[in-house]
C-alpha cells in the first residue's frame, strides 16, 4: 500500500510563476515531514521540512503547508526559476522505536520551470 | 564534511549472483540507511543501521542484509539476485537517527541480467 502518494507525475510552470507540488498521506503516526529534490545522477537533496505540530514553515522562495485533518501537505516555490527543474519527493516519517528516521517517499512529481 | 560516497556507481550482475555496494556516510553521521529506488517509484527503505546495529528494516527479504562500520562506513549486500533487484540503491547518513535530515549519497546504479 502506497502511504504516501503524489499524484501529479509532472508538473509544467512558467518561470516567475509559482509552482505548487502536492502530497498525501495515509499513515497517522507520521509526524515529521519533508521535501527533497533530485536531479539526474544525484541523490535526492534535502529542502524543506515541517513537524506535525506546525502548519506551515518557510525557508526563502519554499514554503511548506500541512494539513493535518486532510493528510495533505504542498510545497510552495515563489517565484519559480529553470534551475528548480528536477524531481520532488514528498517523504514522511514516525517518531519512536524502529520507525524513527525511516522516510517513506511519495513517487515524485517531475518539476519543469520554462523560461 | 565529506558528504555520502557510494561505490561502485554502476553494476551489472548476473541473475543468481551475490553483490556488495558500498557507502562511506559524512564524517560523524553514526545512522545509516539504505534505499531502493526502481525506475519512476520513489525510495524505497531497506533497512537503518545505528551505531553498527540494525536499527529498522523495511518490506525486504533476509536475502538483503548489512554492515555499519566503526569507521562510518557501511555495506549492503545482496544474495541470489533477481532481476527485480535492478534498481538505483541509494545510501543515507544522519547524526543520531536524525528524524529524517538525511544527507544522500549518488546512489549506485545496478542491473541485474
Known amino acids: 500500500d502506497q502511504q504516501v502518494k503524489q499524484n501529479s507525475p509532472s508538473l509544467s510552470v512558467q518561470e516567475g510563476r509559482i509552482s505548487i507540488l502536492n502530497c498525501d498521506y495515509t499513515?497517522?503516526?507520521?509526524?515529521?515531514f519533508l521535501w527533497y529534490k533530485k536531479y539526474p545522477a544525484e541523490g535526492p537533496t534535502f529542502l524543506i521540512s515541517?513537524?506535525?505540530?506546525?502548519d506551515k514553515n518557510e525557508d526563502g522562495r519554499f514554503t511548506v503547508f500541512l494539513n493535518k485533518s486532510a493528510k495533505h501537505l504542498s510545497l510552495h516555490i515563489v517565484p519559480s526559476q529553470p534551475g528548480d527543474s528536477a524531481v520532488y519527493f514528498c517523504?514522511?516519517?514516525?517518531?519512536?522505536?524502529?520507525?524513527?528516521?525511516?522516510?517513506?517517499f511519495g513517487q515524485g512529481t517531475i518539476l519543469t520551470v520554462h523560461p | 564534511e565529506t558528504g555520502v560516497t557510494q561505490s561502485p556507481t554502476h553494476l551489472i550482475k548476473t541473475r543468481g549472483q551475490q553483490v556488495t555496494l558500498r557507502c562511506s556516510s559524512q564524517s560523524g553521521h553514526n545512522t545509516v540507511s539504505w534505499y531502493q529506488q526502481a525506475l519512476g517509484q520513489g525510495p524505497q527503505f531497506i533497512f537503518q543501521?545505528?551505531?553498527?546495529?540494525?536499527?529498522g528494516r523495511g518490506n525486504f527479504p533476509p536475502r538483503f542484509s548489512g554492515l555499519q562500520f566503526p569507521n562510518y562506513s557501511s555495506e549492503l549486500n545482496v544474495n541470489a539476485l533477481e532481476l527485480d533487484d535492478s534498481a538505483l540503491y541509494l545510501c543515507a547518513s544522519t547524526w543520531d537517527r536524525g528524524g529524517g535530515g538525511y544527507t544522500f549519497g549518488s546512489g549506485t546504479r545496478l542491473t541485474v541480467v
Open positions: 499513515n497517522s503516526m507520521f509526524d515529521y
Open positions: 515541517i513537524s506535525s505540530i506546525k
Open positions: 517523504a514522511a516519517s514516525g517518531s519512536g522505536g524502529t520507525s524513527y528516521g525511516k522516510l517513506t
Open positions: 543501521y545505528y551505531r553498527e546495529e540494525e536499527n
